[in-house]
């Protein structure tokens, strides 16, 4: 590892701090280095305050030191006015020479005019440090950008001998095939994307909350397939308390809250999904759904990483697990549970 990477994988690390936080912006760390040490350092904590550069800058105390240091980021420093100013133009404010750029940002609104104000200011710009490793931290972020739809979880767990439920229950509420930390660690997952879906069956069997009760974190945007309004004002989705949007072939009028999304089931579904989903700008969506509401996303090749727990429970017979298969893939154990995360490469 050389230099730049060494400095680039400290911004990386740094911005993973703000996993699930940031949002509609990516998660970027950045590094101050002179006279090869750290003298600041910083990373975007959430959206509305400072970005990773901005905190950098300012965590540095002898600001005399700027005019001969070099600025490691993670992602392109932003070129445009938001909610906040221009990266850009506060690195060259402070006359930093060098530049050290993990990726170019995606976003049509910076996309290489971040770099390009840098170097017209006479800053030495190096650019591609780590690049493979600063896209994945942002998959999220890239996949809205450059695909047009949120990034694609797929979540289930099934039994030992391959089934997500049983034949049959006694009472609305979920069959747990998985140990209570496994559980813990879905609700950190949820924490982390921006929206959760699930499929009718899904909430007419277990009336799922669909929140992170059992960790700490903001709860995601709750999204049911609910094709022909069968679900109850009864059930959690529809108590108001977190935002639902309900994916209907029948037209409703919603709430602030509540909102009612048309499909047409004559065009590809999950598709269209996606495409609501993008509008109402959501960057990642776990789908915790059914076999069927699962399936239909493997079935249209729109999914980018799959979590799947494997219990102990054995039940014979059941609701079968999705059929799924992928290009890479890592296995991790809970106690005595087993997951996999599959990774889809299209």
Known sequence: MNIHEKYIQRC???AK??????YPNPMVGSVIVYDNKIIGEGWHKMSGEGHAEVNAINSVKDKSLLKKATIYVSLEPCSHFGRTPPCCELIIKHEIPYVVVGTVDPNIQVAGNGIKRLVA???KVTVGILEKE???LNKRFFTYHLKKRPYIILKWAESRDGFIAPESKDEQQPVWITNTYSRQLVHKWRSEEQAILVGTKTVLDDNPKLDVRDWSGSNPVRVVLDLHNRIPESLHVKDG???TIFITTVAKEGTAMVV???VNTSEELAKQITAILYRHQLQSVIIEGGQQTIQTFIDANLWDEARIFKGNSVFTTG???PTIQGKEFEKHHIMTDEYMKIYNHD
């Open 319 to 321: 609701t079968a697990a």
């Open 241 to 243: 308390k977190v935002k």
């Open 260 to 262: 009612y999304e048309k």
């Open 12 to 14: 990386i690390t740094l």
């Open 121 to 123: 200011a006479g800053a």
């Open 134 to 136: 600063c896209i994945s």
């Open 17 to 22: 701090n703000g996993l699930g936080t940031t």
